[in-house]
C-alpha cells in the first residue's frame, strides 16, 4: 500500500537546499567548503528594523494578527509600492504571507486549475515549476539564450499562448541569471499580455532593490493590464531579513480575497513580530537609505570582480548581470571530459566534481530549466570569492 500520495512523490526537491545542505555535511565533516550555492545576502537586518522589532515585543503584538496582515503594514506596504514603483493599491489588495514563496503557491493555488498552462520562461526559479504542477498546471517553458540576456521575447511569449494560458511567472531582476527586464521590454510584454483576456502574470520582484542599472520597472504599471498582474515582493533580499518569513502580494482584490481565504486554511497569519519589524522596513526610502544603498553598492563591486574572474577562465561563456546577486555562466563546452574518476556529462556532474574536487558549493542550471549552465551565488565575502574562483578555475584546468 502506498503510504504517500502521488502529489507530494510526483514533486521533485529543491536543488537549490539539496546542495546547501550538502556542503553543509561536508563542511560538518571538517571539510573547507565555500558555499557559492544559497540565495541570503550576508549582512544583518538594518538596526531600525530589529528595533521595531524589540518595541514591538515590549508592546505586546503578541496575539494572533488579522490573516492578511496588520492594516499598518498593508498601509505601509501601499506606500512603498506607490513611493518605489508608482502602483496605486489598497491595503484590501495586500496579503501577507510567511516569505514569498508561501506568497507564490497561495496564488497559484487560487489561479490553476487542472489542465490550465502556465508559462514560464526558462531560466526560471527552481520552485516556480513544482509550485505550478502542485496545483495540477501543465508548465510550458520558454527557452531563452545567454545572447539576448535570457529574456524571452515578445514574439516568443504571443507563440507560446494557447486557449488554456492561464498564468506567466517570471522574476526581474532575475533568479537564476540576474538580468532585469527594462520598461520597454515590459511594455512589449503587457501588449501581449493585453491581448489575451485569460492570462494573467505572476511577477516576482524580491530582488528590486538590487538593481545596478538604475530604477525598476514593474509590469503592473501599465494600465491595460494591471488588473491581470500580481506583484509578488518581501524582504528577505533588499533587506537581509531571510530569516524573518515575511512576503506579500499586490493583486486584484479579487485574488488577493482569494489568497486571503487560503492562506486562513492554511497557516492564518504570519509572524506578528516579523510585521511590525517589515512596517520600518517597508518605510525606508531606498534612494536615501544607507543600508540599502551600501548593500547594493558592495554586491556591485563584487559583481564585477567575480565577471572578471569568470570571464579569465577558458571555456566559460559569462554574461554580466544587471541585479541580483548571481551569475549564470555557460559551462557546456566542459561537457564529455573527465578527471580520474569524474565524468562530465551535464551540468550536475560539473557541480558535483566541483563540490567534491574544489570543495565550492554551486547549483546545477538543470535545477533551473538549462543544463548548459551553472549558478554562482556571489552574495559572501570578496576573499571567499576569489578563493573559491581560483579553485574553480584549477579544477577545471583538471578536465581533458
Known amino acids: 500500500m502506498e503510504v504517500l500520495s502521488k502529489r507530494i512523490c510526483s514533486m521533485g526537491e529543491s536543488e537549490t537546499l539539496a546542495m546547501t545542505a550538502k556542503a553543509r555535511e561536508l563542511q560538518a565533516q571538517g571539510i573547507d567548503v565555500i558555499s557559492l550555492s544559497i540565495g541570503e545576502p550576508d549582512f544583518n537586518t538594518p538596526e531600525e528594523v530589529k528595533l521595531a522589532a524589540k518595541d514591538a515585543i515590549d ?3 503578541t496575539h494572533y494578527p488579522p490573516v492578511p496582515g496588520y492594516a499598518d503594514l498593508r498601509e505601509a506596504i501601499c506606500t512603498k509600492l506607490k513611493r518605489d514603483n508608482g502602483l496605486d493599491y489598497k491595503p ?3 496579503v501577507v504571507s510567511t516569505g514569498a514563496k508561501q506568497s507564490i503557491y ?7 486549475d487542472p489542465g490550465d498552462e502556465v508559462i514560464i520562461p526558462a531560466p526560471y526559479w527552481v520552485s516556480y515549476r513544482e509550485i505550478a504542477r502542485a496545483a ?11 545572447e539576448n540576456d535570457f529574456k524571452i521575447t515578445p514574439q516568443q511569449l504571443e507563440a507560446a499562448i494557447t486557449p488554456r494560458t492561464k498564468l506567466i511567472m517570471f522574476s526581474s531582476p532575475s533568479n537564476p541569471t540576474g538580468m532585469l527586464y527594462t520598461h520597454d521590454e515590459l511594455r512589449a510584454i503587457a501588449d501581449v499580455v493585453a491581448r489575451h483576456e485569460r492570462v494573467y502574470v505572476m511577477a516576482d520582484e524580491i530582488y528590486e532593490h538590487i538593481n545596478f542599472v538604475g530604477s525598476h520597472a514593474s509590469i503592473a504599471s501599465f494600465a491595460d493590464v494591471k488588473e491581470r498582474v500580481i506583484t509578488v515582493n518581501g524582504v528577505a533580499k533588499g533587506f537581509a531579513m531571510t530569516g524573518w518569513r515575511i512576503g506579500y502580494i499586490a493583486a486584484p482584490t479579487v485574488i488577493a480575497k482569494a489568497c486571503n481565504k487560503l492562506q486562513g486554511q492554511v497557516t492564518s497569519a504570519t509572524c506578528s513580530i516579523a510585521q511590525k519589524a517589515t512596517v520600518a522596513a517597508m518605510l525606508m526610502d531606498p534612494t536615501t537609505s544607507r543600508d540599502i544603498i551600501d548593500m547594493r553598492e558592495t554586491f556591485r563591486r563584487r559583481r564585477d570582480m567575480v565577471y572578471d574572474l569568470l570571464r579569465a577562465i577558458p571555456g566559460v561563456d559569462v554574461r554580466l548581470p544587471q541585479g541580483a546577486f548571481y551569475f549564470f555562466p555557460r559551462v557546456d563546452s566542459y561537457y564529455g571530459k573527465h578527471y580520474g574518476d569524474y565524468h ?3 551540468s550536475t556532474d560539473l557541480s558535483m566534481y566541483l563540490l567534491m574536487e574544489a570543495h565550492v558549493a554551486t547549483v546545477m542550471g538543470s535545477a533551473f530549466g538549462d543544463d548548459r549552465c551553472i549558478r554562482l551565488s556571489y552574495a559572501t565575502s570578496e576573499e571567499l570569492l576569489r578563493e573559491a574562483l581560483r579553485r574553480i578555475s584549477e579544477a577545471l584546468s583538471k578536465l581533458s
Open 59 to 61: 508592546k505586546n503584538f
Open 344 to 346: 562530465i556529462n551535464n
Open 92 to 94: 484590501e489588495q495586500i
Open 136 to 146: 495540477g498546471g501543465e508548465c510550458v517553458f520558454i527557452t531563452t539564450n545567454p
Open 106 to 112: 497561495q496564488l497559484v493555488q487560487c489561479l490553476v
